[in-house]
């Protein structure tokens, strides 16, 4: 990462259910000190990495998502962006035109097109929101906007630049940390269970977020702790993830909500940060 991109803020290519915008000065404050190799497996829109990768707060990273046409937007961006940009130009905020490029088949086109065609469509449709029917096609309705920004390319560009030396992979969870070594950083931010069995927003993509999937989660978490490797994961403060991270430090802490489609629920509500060291970075055991 050269000079230049040091005072450069880079945000978020994507708007992200969930997105981290408004926990990061928690999150922020929690980090160890110094990590070598930081993972995100859960990355989504990438809040906290691309934060920290603009400060040059990270030196080398690994980050993965079991959604491949996100993890194909960072690709895409790290590997050819100026070809995400010329074709992104072409896109325009129009109701047909918005339903025409949600009907294509992905399959048909290049990865620069993909990766466009899915910048585009989380720009323009209702909410930023990403979610597929049973069959994996993307069937979000379309969005009202003002003038919604299309193409930032300035930000594009300074994404690409913080994503060259990153290893990109579409992966479940369980299998992404592999290659993690002890003094690497793990943030983990997965769908949040549910505080009630009516809030159930934990559809992402096509694969759900059990209350058994939350459990094989802290497994992982565990095992981490025990190769000796940090590992700090946001999630909501319903009582199972009290229950889960007990052994660990549990931290409740208030953050307005991101994306909500009831206006009325919007507001701040209790999150947990869960951290597997303590202040003076001393990890903990179970
Ligand atoms: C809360 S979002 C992450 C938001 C992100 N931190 C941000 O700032 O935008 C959760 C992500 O987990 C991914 N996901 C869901 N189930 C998964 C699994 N089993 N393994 C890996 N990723 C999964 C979803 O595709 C989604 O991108």
């Known amino acids: 990462m050269d000079k230049l991109m040091e005072q450069v803020q880079v945000r978020p290519v994507l708007k992200w259910a969930g997105g981290k915008g408004r926990l990061l000065p928690e999150l922020m404050g929690r980090l160890p000190k110094c990590f070598a190799r930081y993972h995100e497996p859960f990355v989504g829109g990438g809040a906290l990495f691309f934060k920290l990768a603009s400060r040059q707060q990270i030196t080398q990273a690994a980050f993965s998502d079991i959604n491949p046409a996100l993890i194909e937007v960072y690709v895409a961006l790290r590997d050819c962006v100026e070809e995400v940009i010329d074709i992104l130009k072409q896109h325009y905020y129009d109701e047909a035109y918005y339903y025409t490029i949600r009907a294509l088949d992905p399959a048909a086109l290049s990865l620069p097109e993909r990766a ?10 209702y909410n930023g929101l990403y979610r597929e029917n049973r069959s994996g096609q993307f069937n979000v309705p379309f969005g009202r906007y003002k003038n919604p920004t299309i193409c930032d390319e300035p930000n594009l560009r300074a994404a690409s630049a913080l994503l060259q030396e990153v290893d990109l992979e579409q992966r479940h969870f369980a299998t992404a ?4 070594q002890p003094g690497d950083f793990v943030y983990f931010d997965p769908p949040y269970h549910p505080l009630s069995s009516t809030s159930n927003f934990t559809a992402y993509s096509r694969y759900g977020f059990s209350e058994q999937d939350q459990v094989q989660l802290r497994d992982t978490f565990a095992e981490l702790t025990r190769r000796g490797v940090r590992a700090m994961l946001s999630n909501s403060s319903a009582p199972l993830i009290y229950d889960l991270y007990r052994p660990y430090a549990v931290h409740t802490v208030y953050a307005a909500r991101a994306i909500n489609s009831k206006a009325a629920a919007r507001g701040k509500i209790a999150e947990v940060i869960v951290c597997n060291y303590d202040e003076n970075g001393a990890l903990l055991s179970d």
């Open 116 to 125: 466009a065609r899915v910048i585009f469509l989380n720009k323009t449709c």
């Open 177 to 180: 940390l592999d290659k993690a």
